[in-house]
């Protein structure tokens, strides 16, 4: 997966790695945790991180996957790709407010990208100019529920049964 980040004078393409085939939607989002588990905890998937480059950025633009089978909604690899875009438009330093545009079918999260940040919206192209202090509030949250039934003390220290 490629995002691909403008500047004033520039194009650069950012490779992103793909989700391991295990990472699914019921494996971020599990229907059940047993909270009282004492011996062992859900181990949470990992989605690869982006580097973020360190230029200034005016524009951040990915295409989002439309999945023709299955809810798009729930897609692991259209979720990578606007965690992904987040990451780097959150990482602009100071007052600079960047834009973000999702080519895409369907509209992006609408959690992490909210409907009052939307720019324009032109058939599949959707522009965003997200608040970047919320979106790194956002971005400090876990990624899945599989994250928030881990008992006090124990992050860091899952053990499989």
């Not at 790709?81 to 100071?94: D, E, F, Y």
Request: aromatic share 8%; charged share 25%.
């Amino acid at each position: 997966m490629v995002l691909v980040i403008q500047d004033d004078e520039n194009v650069v393409e950012l490779d992103l790695e793909h989700a391991d085939k295990n990472v699914t939607w019921d494996a971020l989002y599990p229907e059940w945790i047993d909270e009282e588990q004492e011996k062992y905890v859900h181990v949470c998937p990992n989605l690869p991180k982006i580097k973020v480059p360190t230029r200034r950025l005016d524009l951040v633009v990915v295409k989002l996957p439309y999945p023709k089978e299955g809810n798009w909604s729930r897609d692991v690899a259209r979720l990578h790709l606007q965690m992904a875009a987040a990451t780097v438009a959150a990482s602009a330093k100071g007052f600079f407010r960047g834009h973000v545009m999702f080519v895409s079918r369907c509209f992006p999260m609408p959690n992490l990208f909210w409907c009052k940040d939307l720019v324009s919206r032109r058939g599949d192209v959707w522009l965003y100019k997200p608040n970047l202090n919320t979106l790194r509030d956002k971005l400090q949250l876990p990624i899945g529920s599989c994250e928030l039934s881990l008992p006090l003390g124990m992050k860091g220290e899952t053990n499989n049964p």
